[in-house]
């Protein structure tokens, strides 16, 4: 503080802490956050295999049970906890992982491996909903539409670096990713203990728009119809990432001798242009409240799901997971956007699309795995994921119809 300030304000009890706006306090940790779940999931396939024994299908639980652990927590948090304070609440999730990494850590047996990741899984159910509606809050139209971009861009560039930290650690040791994210979320916990405290909690306010502009980016209800087909878009989007994320690499390993690195390596590319087209995204509006693009987004990931069945070669492997990436984004986008776009109660809305995020990784690891253990065939997993997947575009197809009928398209 300057003299000039001090002698304006002589009493210490007008003394003011700088206010710290809440993205600065949202994106860092949901960067670091995003590594941190991204490598334990991803290392758990490997950690579960080398020291329980685990097999595709059981290796593939880990993921599943902490996507459905989230899915349940999400409900709970979102009735019983909806008057916490966005930092507080942020401060239980991260404090609860850090736990739950720890038990996972000392669990002599696979079954109380599990019951460690429950508690990740419940513990993330304080975390993302409560980040994106908190840090929402007041924004609509371009506003809405920029700053779910730079959330995205955050947490997601995170996972662009968790397969290759994790693949390559892995190769070394299975444990040593394990330590690597307990040591980043003790980081991320100092982070927004200390940040949180001073966070800004008053709205943005919108920015003034014509009319024109207002007419091109708000729906013409305060909750559009397209939220249902996105939101169930993104359900079957997450299918194909929970097949990739916990039964493919295991399944690679036997079928294809790919090493842990090399498998890294691969999911990289998904998880990088995930981010590209999430940003991307997040500067163009002609997308908006526009069903084609449902359609097409949704039918081409449900294809490009099907070929992984048939993919032996690294080059084909590697624009099949870039497509994987670019459409994952698509559905994601359109179900934060559509979701909370018009909405008051933005965390709620959030708790929604985190839930769906959570189904389709839990039917999409333990379907696959499960499907590999009984057939030992990639393209078994690929084509019964790939049908699910193409489920989206009927539901896409069908509300298409009804809006246009009710004059909502």
């Known amino acids: 503080m300057t003299a000039e300030n001090h002698n304006n304000n002589p009493s210490p009890a007008h003394k003011k802490?700088?206010?710290?706006?809440?993205?600065?306090?949202?994106?860092?940790?949901?960067?670091?956050?995003?590594?941190?779940?991204?490598?334990?999931?991803?290392?758990?396939?490997?950690y579960s295999h080398d020291k329980f024994g685990a097999n595709t299908f059981q290796a593939s639980l880990f993921g599943s049970i902490y996507s459905l652990a989230y899915l349940i927590s999400c409900m709970v948090v979102g009735k019983f906890f909806k008057?916490?304070?966005p930092y507080k609440s942020l401060l239980i999730g991260i404090s609860g992982i850090f736990i739950g990494m720890i038990l996972l850590l000392m669990a002599p047996t696979i079954e109380l491996?599990?019951?460690?990741?429950?508690?990740?899984?419940?513990?993330?159910?304080?975390?993302?909903?409560?980040?994106?509606?908190?840090?929402?809050?007041?924004?609509?139209?371009?506003?809405?539409?920029?700053?779910?971009?730079?959330?995205?861009?955050?947490?997601?560039?995170?996972t662009i670096i968790s397969p290759f930290l994790a693949g390559l650690l892995s190769d070394i040791n299975a444990v040593y990713p394990i330590y690597v994210c307990i040591a980043l979320d003790i980081v991320n916990l100092i982070y927004v203990a200390i940040t949180g405290a001073y966070a800004d909690e008053a709205p943005p306010k919108p920015k003034p728009s014509?009319?024109?502009?207002a007419a091109t980016t708000a729906p013409a209800t305060r909750s559009p119809l397209i939220r249902f087909p996105s939101?169930?878009?993104?359900?079957c989007a997450w299918l194909p990432v929970g097949f990739l994320l916990y039964a493919y690499p295991l399944a690679v390993e036997k079928t294809l001798g790919f090493s842990r690195q090399?498998?890294?390596?691969?999911?990289?590319?998904?998880?990088?242009?995930t981010t590209v087209a999430m940003s991307a995204m997040g500067f163009f509006q002609f997308w908006q409240f526009k069903y084609w693009q449902l359609v097409v987004g949704h039918g081409l990931l449900a294809l490009t799901t099907l070929m992984f069945g048939f993919a032996e070669g690294t080059a084909a492997i590697l624009i099949l997971m870039a497509i994987t990436g670019i459409f994952n984004a698509h559905a994601y986008t359109n179900s934060m956007f559509h979701g909370i776009s018009g909405s008051t109660n933005r965390t709620s809305r959030m708790a929604v699309h985190e839930t769906l995020l959570s189904v389709g990784t839990v039917l999409g690891g333990a379907l696959s795995g499960h499907i590999f253990v009984k057939t030992g065939s990639l393209q078994s997993c690929a084509t019964a994921i790939a049908i699910l997947t193409s489920a989206a575009v009927v539901v896409d197809i069908a509300f298409w119809i009804v809006a246009k009928r009710t004059k909502q398209a």
């Open 83 to 85: 008057n916490l304070a």
């Open 17 to 46: 802490h700088k206010r710290f706006p809440k993205a600065a306090i949202v994106c860092p940790s949901c960067f670091v956050m995003g590594i941190t779940t991204s490598s334990l999931n991803f290392a758990l396939v490997f």
């Open 113 to 158: 491996a599990y019951v460690s990741h429950i508690i990740n899984g419940c513990s993330m159910a304080f975390y993302w909903p409560m980040l994106m509606g908190w840090l929402s809050i007041g924004l609509e139209g371009k506003q809405l539409s920029r700053i779910t971009s730079i959330f995205n861009f955050s947490w997601s560039t995170g």
């Open 231 to 235: 939101w169930f878009g993104v359900l």
């Open 210 to 213: 014509n009319s024109a502009t």
């Open 262 to 273: 090399h498998v890294g390596n691969l999911l990289l590319v998904r998880a990088l242009l």
